[in-house]
Antibody
Framework: EVELVESGGGLVQVGGSLGLACVGSGFTFSNSWMSWVRQAPGKGLEWVGRIKSKTSGGTTDYPAPVKGRFTISRDDSKNTVYLHMNSLKNEDTAIYYC???????????WGQGTLVTVSS | QSALTQPPSASGSPGQSVTISCTGTSNDVGGYNYVSWYQHHPGKAPKLMIYEVSKRPSGFPDRFSGSKSGNTASLTVSDLRAEDEADYYCSSYGGSNNLLFGGGTRLTVL
């Protein structure tokens, strides 16, 4: 059974940094493309970035709102994908979900999420 | 405001069918067949229900079906059951290496 477990959420000040981790199990992590998706309070879902498998180049893609501030990386030896967030803003307050990819532009399995609160 | 437009709410009685729409543009929903639907019970991990517009993951009930016409994708839930009450989200490839989501629809089973 596929399981994704996020950790690292918490309270951080505006302008601060925070790192999230997601450990995957029940699937071949090294072959999987991974994305992070967030949900702000009372809002819909928003994609915050993707990392390809190393065999696909290991490259990353980000949407405009987080490009240059967020960085996704992976450690296949630990079945872990990371999201490092810099220059955090109030609007980054959200539950952050780790997801696996079914194909390049569709995600399938999700974790339960970790809450990030950015406060001034 | 979310990139893809969904009605905030939908409802139906047990046994009925309900359809939820997801409207984008020709640059996303209308231009690609990477449209997915997710069921989210608050506090739990979202679940993929439909991918590539109309395909169901193995083991998922055929009461859930997906379709697309022009720039609008739709999720139909047939034979409504109490356990279908949840939030439903659509997603679509948005071009230029971007993935878009809808604002979500709260489905209520009356």
């Amino acid at each position: 059974e596929v399981e994704l477990v996020e950790s690292g959420g918490g309270l951080v000040q505006v302008g601060g940094s925070l790192g999230l981790a997601c450990v995957g199990s029940g699937f071949t992590f090294s072959n999987s493309w991974m994305s992070w998706v967030r949900q702000a309070p009372g809002k819909g879902l928003e994609w915050v970035g993707r990392i390809k498998s190393k065999t696909s180049g290991g490259t990353t893609d980000y949407p405009a709102p987080v490009k240059g501030r967020f960085t996704i990386s992976r450690d296949d030896s630990k079945n872990t994908v990371y999201l490092h967030m810099n220059s955090l803003k109030n609007e980054d307050t959200a539950i952050y979900y780790c997801t696996t990819h079914h194909d390049p532009w569709e995600v399938n399995y999700w974790g339960q999420g970790t809450l990030v609160t950015v406060s001034s | 405001q979310s990139a893809l437009t969904q009605p905030p709410s939908a409802s139906g009685s047990p046994g009925q069918s309900v359809t939820i729409s997801c409207t984008g543009t020709s640059n996303d929903v209308g231009g690609y067949n990477y449209v997915s639907w997710y069921q989210h019970h608050p506090g739990k991990a979202p679940k993929l229900m439909i991918y590539e517009v109309s395909k169901r993951p193995s083991g998922f009930p055929d009461r859930f079906s997906g379709s697309k016409s022009g720039n609008t994708a739709s999720l139909t839930v047939s034979d409504l059951r109490a356990e279908d009450e949840a939030d439903y989200y659509c997603s679509s490839y948005g071009g230029s290496n971007n993935l878009l989501f809808g604002g979500g629809t709260r489905l209520t089973v009356l």
